[in-house]
């Protein structure tokens, strides 16, 4: 059975975060990095509002987010994003 892992925003050569699964290049790295800063701000107010709506697959894209950004990933969203 495989994840959702087209919510990760992943594609074939790209193993998912959740079940290590292999799906193309990720659709986040089209983004520049203005535009990933600006995604980064949207994730985090998210968190802050109403962070029931963020589950797994959006943690793990924004650990992905920072790290292509060369940001310190916070230890909150690295613990969601492998299921802790």
């Not at 290590?20 to 980064?40: C, H, M, Q, R, T």
């Not at 650990?63 to 613990?79: A, D």
């Amino acid at each position: 059975m495989r994840c959702e892992c087209d919510r990760a925003g992943l594609s074939e050569n790209t193993p998912c975060p959740v079940c290590n699964d292999s799906l193309v290049v990720p659709v986040i790295e089209k983004f520049n990095e203005s535009e990933l800063a600006i995604l980064v701000q949207w994730f985090n107010s998210l968190q802050d509002v109403n962070e029931q709506y963020l589950d797994i697959f959006d943690y793990a894209l924004s650990e992905k987010i920072y790290r292509l950004l060369g940001i310190r990933v916070p230890k909150k969203i690295k613990e969601k994003a492998h299921g802790q």
